[in-house]
């Protein structure tokens, strides 16, 4: 056994022949030089000894090193080595006791406790340990004289990394250190092992994947420095629990048939065995992601038949305690595809409302690759709808053809086609026939929706959007105004484009104020992530944009227009009445903004969605209109983006019957003020009267009738 006064004897480490400065940690050591312990705990390859190397040779004061072997679980001899190590140091001042998870013997581990308010005044001790260290931690803590260092704190992150691997003399571009450092969970021992592995078979420029995907040496360094410390039952146990996503006690005894799993979690834990807690309480846990690729993999290899059992008891408790989207998760895994179809059906709505989308495109791209449309009217016409929302009219199509098979004849079990509306709505929505026919579908799908139900809710927006688009703006608004206070009643998305349809047909009535409150009521009522991924949010975007510019706000209007746009790849055809009309609101706002690239961009896209889809009633009729307005727009006239924002309030009351002295009344402005700021906006539309102004305002829809 060594000891050593200020510098430690040379450190085995991992293949290492460079050290990755830990600079954050360093200063977080250095700023807690007054508190009486320094606790750096962690699992195997956490480079804790590293970074007591690297403290010592960066911080001035004396330190005294004793590396704790089997020896030292002997109170005689432990006190012993200590008195000797400190007695070589005047005065202590840091003693540092590293691998103190080595002591297993209660009065060893009771002299070391006793050690913390022992030590010399100024003096501090450092101890590293692969699991939790037996100190008195909670009183410490409480105290304020305790730093603790965790696994967490010493993972390397992305550019630690790439001094290591750069130290290994590998090319890997950021996006794969980027890679590296998510499967490693930037555990300093991985990293270097597939460095050394790759510097090894001399690949220079290396997948970021590969270096630790069927890595020999990454797999027996888990092996024999993580793996054979535990013995075969405990072995079996986490091998067992790879089929695991997350864990707990009662899942795991319900998976694996046994009791006592919640107290063995929290041991493997407190032990540095790779077992990461994910709450405060420690109900749930999760194996390092390395680890559980390497005992999934082989028990998959040894016992795929046992994987499956597993993950179908997995996927059943998570049903029964309220966790679908794992019990889906579980079943798919396990090949249950009976199951899986039954838990999407009954979990998508949720996942959907949640935000989720990615989660839903994963369950429904697995259920269509296991040919599961063809069997699941349910699953069918959900996959139709996340399709269209997502943009995939192709797709949405392949899906819907799935629900028609079922629809006329050939049912399997199972199959049947929900007599709720939905199949109506679904044909509703696509409007591949039609906006009168959309109106019909819709029509249709509200007498046979439940009441209060989302199809109902649903079935209510297409008919107001139907009515809206034939030219039946009162049908609309009522149709509208139910689907609004059903949708949030219901918390779904709906409400969103119901109140944004609303807001159109206020400002068409010449109503801004409703308009802006009923847009308003609908952004309070968005998620964050409905209003940046869902096309739902699109319309509500551009009728914003549209509001701002009426108040004088252009950068503002500019902003929305931008949330917008960028929804737009997703709008296709199928969504075409949403689609289009999304693109009119664009269109309009790029014309009052004198954009004309813009404006002329987006009416080619309006162009293109009325070649597949004709028939949309008033929508072609605006499109035209629109196409009229750019053309008549003079080269170099200027619209709201230039006008002030005094300048654009005075141009709502342009278009009354006010006089320039009564407007300089509502604005508490004189009338000379009035007059100039009218000139200026005259002179910036290229006109030379009220009368032309207000024109040319409307045209570029500053102004209604």
């Known amino acids: 056994m060594d000891t050593v006064t200020r510098q430690p004897p040379p450190i085995p480490h991992v293949g290492a022949d460079a050290l990755v400065p830990r600079a954050a940690l360093l200063d977080r050591l250095e700023a807690a030089s007054h508190t009486t312990v320094a606790a750096i705990s962690a699992p195997p390859g956490y480079g804790k000894t590293t970074l007591l190397t690297q403290w010592a040779e960066h911080d001035p004061r004396p330190f005294g090193w004793l590396t704790i072997d089997q020896h030292d679980n002997d109170p005689a001899v432990l006190l012993r080595d200590i008195a000797v190590t400190l007695d070589r140091i005047e005065p202590p001042l840091v003693l540092v006791l590293d691998d103190l998870h080595l002591l297993q013997r209660w009065d060893c581990v009771e002299a070391v406790a006793g050690l913390v308010d022992q030590l010399p005044a100024g003096s501090q001790l450092a101890v590293a340990s692969r699991g939790e260290p037996p100190l008195p931690l909670a009183r410490l803590r409480a105290e304020g004289r305790v730093l603790e260092v965790g696994p967490d704190d010493l993972a390397m992150g992305q550019q630690e990394a790439t001094t290591l691997l750069e130290q290994a003399e590998l090319d890997v571009d950021p996006a794969g250190v980027g890679e590296l450092v998510r499967r490693t969970e930037g555990w300093p021992a991985a990293l270097q092992l597939a460095a050394s592995s790759s510097r090894a078979r001399n690949r220079r420029g290396a997948d970021a994947a590969a270096l630790t995907r069927d890595d020999a040496f990454l797999t027996d360094y888990l092996h024999f420095v993580v793996l054979s410390r535990l013995p075969s039952r405990l072995v079996g146990f986490l091998t067992r629990c790879a089929v695991l996503d997350r864990m707990c006690g009662p899942l795991c005894d319900a998976v694996l048939g046994r009791t006592g799993s919640a107290d063995l979690l929290e041991w493997l834990t407190r032990s540095g065995m790779l077992v990461i807690p994910l709450d405060r309480r420690r109900r749930w846990y999760r194996l390092h992601r390395l680890l559980r690729e390497l005992l999934r993999a082989q028990l998959e290899r040894d016992e795929p038949a046992l994987a499956r059992r597993l993950r179908r008891r997995a996927a059943e408790w998570c049903e029964r305690n309220q966790l679908p989207e794992a019990a889906v998760d579980y079943a798919m895994a396990a090949g249950d595809g009976e199951r899986a179809a039954r838990l999407v059906v009954e979990a998508a709505p949720a996942t959907y409302n949640a935000g989720r989308l990615s989660t839903l495109q994963r369950w429904f791209g697995r259920l269509e690759t296991d040919g599961v449309a063809d069997r699941h009217a349910g699953v ?36 049947t086609v929900p007599a709720d509306g939905r199949l109506a709505l679904l044909e509703a929505a696509l409007c591949r026939h039609g906006v009168e026919r959309m109106r019909t579908d819709a029509e249709t799908a509200l007498r046979q929706a439940p009441a209060g139900s989302a199809p109902r809710a649903a079935a209510h927006l297409l008919a107001g959007i139907s009515a809206m688009v034939a030219g039946d703006p009162s049908a609309a608004d009522h149709h509208l105004a139910d689907a609004a206070q059903l949708g949030e009643e219901l918390g779904g998305d709906i409400a969103l484009v119901a109140l944004a349809e609303r807001s159109i047909l206020a400002m068409g009535g010449g109503d801004w104020r409703q308009a802006e409150l009923l847009a308003e009521r609908a952004r309070l009522r968005a998620r964050p992530e409905w209003l940046e991924g869902y096309v739902t949010s699109a319309l509500l975007h551009a009728v914003t944009a549209r ?20 929804l737009c790849p997703k709008l296709t055809y199928a969504l075409p009445h949403l689609a289009v009309q999304v693109r009119l609101e664009l269109a309009r ?74 407007i300089g009344e509502q604005l508490h402005l004189s009338q000379h003020t009035v007059k100039s700021q009218a000139m200026s906006i005259y002179r910036k539309f290229g006109v030379s009267s009220r009368s032309q102004a207000i024109r040319y305002a409307r045209d570029l829809g500053l102004l209604v009738q």
């Not at 509001?547 to 960028?566: C, E, K, N, T, V």
């Not at 009416?603 to 597949?612: K, P």
């Not at 008549?632 to 006089?659: C, D, F, N, W």
Request: avoid cysteine; charged fraction near 25%.
């Open 547 to 566: 509001l701002a510019i009426h108040r004088g706000d252009a950068p503002q209007a500019r902003s929305h227009l931008g949330r917008a746009a960028g």
């Open 589 to 662: 706002n790029y014309l009052a903004l004198t954009d004309v690239g813009a404006a002329k961009a987006t009416l080619r896209e309006v162009d293109s969605l009325l070649w597949r889809r004709p028939r949309l009633g008033g929508l072609g009729r605006q499109a035209e209109e629109l196409r009229r307005q750019l053309g008549a727009m003079r080269e170099g006239t200027i619209g709201a983006s230039s006008l002030t924002a005094a300048e654009l309030r005075l141009l709502r009351l342009l278009g009354t019957h006010y006089s320039f002295r009564e």
């Open 380 to 415: 069918a016409l959900l996959g139709a709808w996340l399709n269209a929302l997502d943009g995939h009219p192709a797709a949405a199509e392949r899906w819907t053809e799935a629900v028609e098979r079922r629809s006329s004849g050939g049912r399997p079990a199972g199959g």
